[in-house]
Nanobody
């Protein structure tokens, strides 16, 4: 499994970004796909997850603002981020978890990781 994240950048507070993560070489249709983020000096934290393109779940801090989705034709998972705030600034990572779906939210639940993409939100 190789995960390639993209789409990060600099945006003003209140703006939007869409992150993409292409999954090659894995069982995309059955893996749990997740997005995490890590700000300087902080632990990596769960942001959003999805399984089979229909079950989605979010961290409370992003609920109602972020949307995770998948495109099975392209083996790609997206994270649409709206109403961004400076507190959303971080390196965002996509990840894949094999095994049964159980609302995976911990770093150690995930087996494969992308390289990260920087999101910076200016005030």
């Amino acid at each position: 499994v190789q995960l390639q994240a993209s789409g990060g950048g600099l945006v003003q507070a209140g703006g939007s970004l869409r992150l993409s993560c292409a999954d090659s070489g894995g069982t995309f249709g059955t893996d749990v796909m997740g997005w995490f983020r890590q700000a300087p000096g902080k632990d990596r934290e769960f942001v959003a997850g999805t399984w089979m393109g229909s079950s989605t779940y979010y961290a409370d801090s992003v609920k109602g603002r972020f949307t995770i989705s998948t495109d099975d034709a392209d083996n790609t998972v997206y994270l649409q981020m709206n109403k961004l705030t400076p507190e959303d600034s971080a390196v965002y990572y996509c990840a894949a978890a094999t095994g049964p779906f159980r609302l995976q939210k911990e770093v150690h639940d995930y087996d494969y990781w992308g390289q990260g993409t920087q999101v910076t939100v200016s005030s």
